[in-house]
C-alpha cells in the first residue's frame, strides 16, 4: 500500500526564520511528488517535482526530491505570518494519488 | 478564487439518508477529481473522471458513486450515509488526464455533517 509521511506533523516559529518540511514515499510506480499549502480552505498548488535533484524554486519557497532516497523537502526562507498553513505533500503515480497528513506551520510575529 | 465550484457549502443530514455534491471544473477542464478531508484520514483521493470516462479510483467507498456529465460537470452520490462520512469534501479540476502529472486546482468545498 502507497504511504507518505511528513515530519514534523507541527512547527511553530518566529517570522523571519527558515524552516524545512519532510516528505517521505512509498509510492509504486511513482510519477511525481506534490506539494500544495492548505489555510482555512482548500488546498492550492505549489510544487510538482518529477525528477530528483533539481530544485523548484517560487520566491522564497523552494523544494527537492530525492528518488534514491525517496524523499523531498519544501524550504521556506525569511517566514511571514502570511507562511501560516498546512503543508500537504502527496505522491502519485497514473492512477493513484496519496497525501500525507500534513505539517502544520504557525509562523508568529 | 480557483474557478472551480462546488454546490451546496454545507450540507446537514441524518444517518443513512443519500446526498448529492455537485462541482463545476474551470473552464476548459476536462479531469475532475474528488477528494474527502477528515480530521482523522487526512485528504484521501477519491476518483477521477476525465472527458465523462473514470480514469482512477482511489478510497472511493461502495456507497460513494459518481459521475461526469457531457457538460462536464460532476456530481458525487453518498449514500446510506453514516457518521464518519461526515467530512470536507474537495472536488479538483485540470486540463489533462494526468493524476500526478497535472496542476489541479481546487474547489472551496462541500462540509458534509451528518448527525
Known amino acids: 500500500e502507497d504511504k507518505v509521511v511528513q515530519s514534523p506533523l507541527s512547527l511553530v516559529v518566529h517570522e523571519g526564520d527558515t524552516v524545512t518540511l519532510n516528505c517521505s514515499y512509498e509510492?509504486?510506480?511513482?510519477?511525481?511528488l506534490l506539494w500544495y499549502k492548505q489555510e482555512k480552505k482548500a488546498p492550492t498548488f505549489l510544487f510538482m517535482l518529477?525528477?530528483?535533484?533539481i530544485e523548484k524554486k517560487s520566491g522564497r519557497l523552494s523544494s527537492i526530491l530525492d528518488k534514491k532516497e525517496l524523499f523531498s523537502i519544501l524550504n521556506i526562507t525569511a517566514t511571514q505570518t502570511g507562511d501560516s498553513a498546512v503543508y500537504l505533500c502527496?505522491?502519485?503515480?497514473?492512477?493513484?494519488?496519496?497525501f500525507g497528513k500534513g505539517t502544520l506551520l504557525t509562523v508568529n510575529p | 478564487d480557483s474557478g472551480v465550484t462546488q454546490t451546496p457549502k454545507h450540507l446537514i443530514t441524518a444517518t443513512g439518508q443519500r446526498v448529492t455534491l455537485r462541482c463545476s471544473p474551470r473552464?476548459?477542464?476536462?479531469?475532475v477529481y474528488w477528494y474527502q478531508q477528515s480530521l482523522d484520514q487526512g485528504l484521501q483521493f477519491l476518483i477521477q473522471?476525465?472527458?465523462?470516462?473514470?480514469?482512477a479510483k482511489g478510497n472511493i467507498l461502495e456507497r460513494f458513486s459518481a459521475q461526469q456529465f457531457p457538460d462536464l460537470h460532476s456530481e458525487l452520490n453518498l449514500s446510506s450515509l453514516e457518521l464518519g462520512d461526515s467530512a470536507l469534501y474537495f472536488c479538483?479540476?485540470?486540463?489533462?488526464?494526468?493524476?500526478?502529472?497535472?496542476?489541479?486546482?481546487f474547489g472551496p468545498g462541500t462540509r458534509l455533517t451528518v448527525l
Open positions: 518529477t525528477s530528483s535533484g
Open positions: 502527496a505522491g502519485g503515480s497514473n492512477y493513484k494519488l496519496t
Open positions: 509510492v509504486t510506480n511513482f510519477r511525481s
Open positions: 473522471y476525465y472527458n465523462g470516462e473514470e480514469r
Open positions: 479538483a479540476s485540470s486540463e489533462q488526464p494526468g493524476l500526478a502529472t497535472d496542476t489541479q486546482y
Open positions: 473552464s476548459g477542464d476536462l479531469s
